[in-house]
């Protein structure tokens, strides 16, 4: 190949890069207002089910401890709602643990690579 060759090839390939930059700029205000969007969602049905399922949960424990006030049975009923709020604590735990954390911006990172095996094809 000829250096005037290899000159035009890189030039294509930086014109290339600048008309896909303003792409990247727009899919990356695109992928963020989507973002923004999914987690401000996410987060608020969270926070709701949270406080719903904590009151519901504990009026239903404070519930079984009076039923079980004047019975013989109090202390093991009281230590048996406290190990099951223990349990519900580890298995949350492992379950949060075990889940994938969302990817944000998949689209802008796969235009990217895509982008970037083109220039590679090019300028071989």
């Not at 792409?23 to 695109?30: A, C, M, N, R, V």
């Not at 926070?47 to 399922?53: E, F, K, P, R």
């Amino acid at each position: 190949m000829s250096v005037h060759s290899k000159v035009a090839q890189w030039q294509n390939a930086g014109r290339f890069c600048v008309e896909r930059a303003t792409d990247y700029s727009d899919l990356l205000g695109i992928g963020i207002e989507q973002t923004r969007k999914s987690v401000v969602r996410e987060l608020s049905a969270l926070v709701a089910l949270t406080v719903a399922g904590l009151f519901s949960l504990s009026f239903a424990c404070l519930a079984i401890i009076a039923t079980a006030w004047g019975t013989p049975y109090f202390l093991q009923v009281v230590w048996g709602v406290a190990a099951s709020w223990l349990l519900v604590s580890f298995v949350s735990m492992f379950i949060v643990r075990s889940q994938k954390p969302a990817r944000s911006l998949r689209v802008l990172q796969t235009e990217i690579r895509s982008d970037l095996d083109t220039l590679k094809e090019a300028l071989k």
